[in-house]
């Protein structure tokens, strides 16, 4: 059996499953759903039209499900989504969606959200990401799984990050990050592929040996970017990793490409 502290609000409507703990000074929206054995810790807030899945763990003063930091935000019924298993610390907020972008914020299972990191409205995070002290997220980003945002980094508004990067610390990240791509500097800039991430993934000498030729020969080989481009298109079949990459590449539409820092690397 779950136990809800006599301190703590809960708003008729709100629907806590089977084993959940709601701790002292908690506030419970009317329209949240939260699903069994989790464990809001205290002085947690979760509102709007918000939907938290099995197994969460949320510490003090997170504030889950509040309006979108959007000046064209008019009180629609927008919602955000977090899976099972997610990790949440102190003074976090993840934001309901907007109506012009969709509507959701959704959250993937087994996340780590560090102390006051931000998941902004319309935003798509993966599963099984780790978020370090303070990393931010704009509006309508999308973060794919096993990624790893660095502590005090922030992500511009419509970026696309790719499963398996790793973003250091202190970084703007202002262009979308390739897959198993490793950013780092004030201005992040693409400093390799990340080696360990992909080994702790399972990827083979042989695979690694694969997708690092393609890699230079993409970013680092004779002629401008788009010819380079198009040169390593025949390796798609040689390694999924590589066309995976590829395909990040060839759906990019409102952010430029992360690139190595340096000349002749301009699309």
Do not use: W
């Amino acid at each position: 059996m779950g136990t809800i502290d006599p301190t703590a609000r809960v708003e008729d409507g709100a629907v806590i499953g089977e084993g959940t703990t709601v701790g002292p000074y908690c506030i419970i929206g009317p329209n949240v759903t939260i699903g069994a054995n989790c464990k809001l810790i205290a002085h947690v807030n979760v509102a709007g039209h918000t939907t938290i899945a099995d197994g969460c763990v949320i510490y003090p003063f997170a504030a889950l499900g509040g309006p979108p930091q959007d000046l064209s935000y008019r009180g629609e019924p927008t919602r955000l989504e977090v899976g099972e298993g997610c990790t949440i610390r102190e003074g976090v907020t993840m934001n309901i969606g907007t109506k012009k972008g969709g509507g959701l914020t959704r959250v993937g299972a087994r996340g780590y959200f560090m102390n006051n990191s931000h998941v902004g409205h319309d935003c798509v995070v993966g599963s099984d990401v780790i978020f370090a002290t303070s990393a931010t997220l704009g509006g309508h980003c999308e973060i794919g799984d096993f990624v790893y945002i660095g502590g005090l980094s922030a992500v511009h508004q419509f970026t696309r990050i790719g499963p398996q990067v790793m973003v250091g610390g202190v970084c703007g990240v202002r262009g979308d990050i390739i897959p198993f791509g490793l950013a780092n500097g004030q201005y992040a800039s693409l400093e390799g592929l990340n080696i360990i991430g992909m080994k702790r993934r399972k990827f083979t000498r042989e695979r690694l040996a694969k997708v690092r030729s393609f890699y230079q020969k993409l970013f680092h080989g004779p002629g401008i970017f788009a010819e380079r481009l198009n040169a390593v298109q025949p390796m798609s079949g040689e390694d999924p990793a590589i066309a995976e990459i590829l395909a990040f590449i060839g759906d990019g539409k409102l952010r430029p490409l992360c690139l190595p820092a340096g000349d002749g690397n301009k699309p």
